[in-house]
Structures are given as structure tokens and as C-alpha cells.
């Protein structure tokens, strides 16, 4: 294919993939011409400023590719085109930097938080210039979320989801939260043998009963709902030895707080 038509299909899966309800179905098919199209032609063989062309033409499609594969939830569709976008944004440095590029690396920070594949998060980030860490959006927004991990703070996690620099942080933003619940869940088991429903909904950072009842009917747990109460139950009779009773107390003084700010 031609660099023309190569220009024109990715002009044309630019604009459906930016269109106010795009067709994301579409948007792959034209995502797999483009794969193909570019094997066959052998899209950067030339050398000088035809290949420069090619080269920010090809960012331009694989950053479509990456932001694609998080709307249709694909993440090891995500993490391929991110291991052939390192290649471009590393090694061709010389080229006008994309302005998706800090944006894309963020996203792939926040993915590797929400593997908890800390190791990797911390070799992308040595990768990265030190002043991008503070000053850039993208990438200071992850590098906040891993503090408060560490930190045990989940409440600023939680609240850290309202001000994500793009929508597509929200994926693996919401992946997060529910490893973050299904964590505190598994504390609250060892902690308490039951807990109103409300409390566990404050822990959980739930917004109502109903979205309590779901997750704890996904996780099997005993519901009582006369006495409105999630019934924990476990067979080792040492888990009040377990020191989580004070942390999940404590994280539920944070949230009543939180309740009285809002």
C-alpha cells in the first residue's frame, strides 16, 4: 500500500476515533489494515525525511492503537502497542516530540500500579526526566497514586479517581479501587466477625447500598439485611490476633471524615 493510502486510512480512523460517538468496532478494523498495510510496504525502509514521515506517521497510529485497546478494555492489546511505542519515543528522540507521548507513558504507569508490578513501575519512571515527574500531569498523577499506596492511603486514592488528567486513567484507575476493595474486604475479614452495612460501605468507598449488597454477593459473604449487617465467615478462630482491627478502624474514621467534608 502506497504512503498516501496508508495516510489516508489512518486520516480516516483519526477522525472516527475522535468523533463524538466513535464506532470502536471500526476503529479496529481499521487499526488491522493499517498493521497489515505497513508490513507489506515495509514502512520504514527509506532513509532521510521520508522516513522521519513514516516514522511520526507510525507514533501517530500505534498511540491510536494504544488509546483504542483501553476503551475496548484489551490490556495485553495495550501493553503491545506500548512495547512497540517505547522503540519510537525512545530512539527516535531527535524526531518533534507527539504530544500524546506523556500522556500514553502515564497511562502504562498506572497500568503497572494496577498489576502491582512495582519493580517495572520503577524502571519506567528512571526513563523518564526528573523535572516530568512534578510538572507534567500525566506522569505526576500516577507517581502520586503509588505515594499514597504506599502510604496506606487509600482515601487519597480514592479521590485521586476524580482528578485523573484524561478519561482513559479512569480504566485502570477503577481496576485500582477494586483491588484496593477487594484488599480491605480480605482485612475485614480477619478483623471483625461482622460489620454494618454502612461501615462497609464507608471502607469499601461505596456511594450506595445497593452497589454494598453487589459486591458482597459477589464475594459471598452473609447478608443479614433485618439488622442490616455483613456477617464475615471464617474458620480460623486466631484471626482476632490478626493487627487489622486498628487499620480498618482507622480507615473508617477517615471516611465518616471525609463524609463530613463533603
Not at 471502607?203 to 450506595?208: E, G, I, P, Q
Amino acid at each position: 500500500m502506497p504512503l498516501n493510502e496508508v495516510t489516508k486510512l489512518y486520516e480516516t480512523l483519526n477522525k472516527e476515533f475522535n468523533s463524538a460517538n466513535p464506532n470502536l468496532q471500526k476503529c479496529g478494523e481499521y487499526l488491522e489494515k493499517l498493521k497489515i498495510a505497513m508490513i507489506e510496504f515495509q514502512f520504514i525502509a527509506p532513509e532521510g525525511e521520508a522516513q522521519d514521515q513514516k516514522i511520526l506517521l507510525l507514533t501517530k497510529i500505534l498511540e491510536i492503537g494504544a488509546l483504542w485497546s483501553i476503551r475496548v478494555k484489551d490490556i495485553p492489546s495495550f501493553e503491545r502497542y506500548i512495547a512497540q511505542l517505547k522503540t519510537y519515543y525512545h530512539d527516535y528522540s531527535n524526531l518533534p516530540q507527539s504530544p500524546r507521548m506523556y500522556s500514553i507513558i502515564g497511562l502504562n504507569l498506572l497500568r503497572l500500579l494496577a498489576q502491582n508490578r512495582l519493580s517495572e513501575f520503577h524502571t519506567e519512571l528512571e526513563t523518564i526526566e526528573p523535572d516530568q515527574l512534578v510538572s507534567n500531569i500525566y506522569i505526576k498523577h500516577p507517581v502520586e497514586i503509588e505515594q499514597y499506596l504506599m502510604e496506606g492511603s487509600y482515601n487519597r486514592v480514592w479521590n485521586a479517581r476524580a482528578n485523573v488528567p484524561a478519561n482513559e486513567y479512569l480504566f485502570f484507575m477503577d481496576i485500582l479501587v477494586d483491588t484496593i476493595r477487594n484488599d480491605i474486604a480480605s482485612s475485614s475479614k480477619k478483623a471483625y466477625t461482622s460489620l454494618p452495612l454502612s461501615d462497609f460501605g464507608s471502607l469499601l468507598y461505596f456511594n450506595n447500598e445497593n452497589e454494598v449488597l453487589k459486591f458482597a454477593k459477589e464475594h459471598n459473604l452473609n447478608i443479614n439485611m433485618a439488622e442490616k449487617r455483613i456477617y464475615f465467615v471464617t474458620k480460623d478462630k486466631k484471626t482476632d490476633e490478626i493487627p487489622t482491627k486498628e487499620t480498618i478502624s482507622k480507615i473508617l474514621n477517615y471516611a465518616r471524615e471525609l463524609e463530613r467534608i463533603v
